[in-house]
């Protein structure tokens, strides 16, 4: 297993693109290790599915803190005592601060369920819905201080169909995310 960057996963929720990223690591080529899962909520579905893989699972409720930047602390020590050398947010819903993102720049992916730079932050399926737009998609790239500002690493295209609502839109886009997170992972780690 030497060679392999050690990858911890952030999640807020089921984790579906987490288990993406754990089955891409299965394979004997692939230049990272899945070794930590963290979640900001405790109650959060990928956590088992994590542990279930025999994955190192701990949830780090950002209620229990006064400040966000004592979450943070907390999560970045965690980070450090497990030799983390990559971070995916994978569905993390939580903003981090600029103190933070320069720890991990270069360091640090999310994917983006948008065709970045266009929609920003949340309820993107809807808005590229109400805009016309002919073709959505996905987005991996840094984390930067900036909210979905980083460098672009990989993007993959949907079509926009008639009658599509935002679920529509968004369980079409996850097929996608799924293929080019893991992809995009490697290419970080040197694939």
Not at 72 to 89: F, G, P, Q, S, V
Not at 143 to 161: C, R, Y
Not at 183 to 191: D, E, P, T
Request: proline share 4%.
């Amino acid at each position: 297993m030497s060679g392999l960057k050690k990858v911890a996963v952030l999640i807020s929720g089921r984790g579906s693109n987490m288990t993406a990223l754990i089955e891409a690591a299965k394979a004997d080529d692939y230049p990272a290790e899945i070794v930590l899962v963290i979640s900001n909520k405790p109650e959060a579905k990928g956590l088992d599915v994590a542990r279930s893989e025999n994955i190192a699972a701990i949830a780090i409720d950002h209620t229990e803190f006064d400040s966000r930047e004592a979450f943070e602390d907390a999560l970045h020590k965690t980070l450090l005592e497990h030799d983390i050398e990559i971070i995916a947010c994978a569905g993390f819903m939580r903003k981090l601060t600029a103190t933070f993102t320069r720890k991990w720049e270069g360091a640090m992916i999310n994917i983006h369920p948008s065709l970045l730079p266009k929609y920003k932050g949340l309820n993107t399926h809807q808005r590229a819905l109400e805009a016309g737009d002919t073709e959505h998609g996905c987005t991996v790239h840094y984390v930067t201080a900036e909210l979905d500002s980083g460098p672009i690493i990989m993007q993959a295209k949907v079509p926009v169909l008639k009658g599509d609502t935002p679920d529509d839109l968004a369980a079409r886009i996850l097929l996608e995310e799924h293929r080019i997170f893991p992809l995009s992972l490697a290419k970080v780690c040197g694939l």
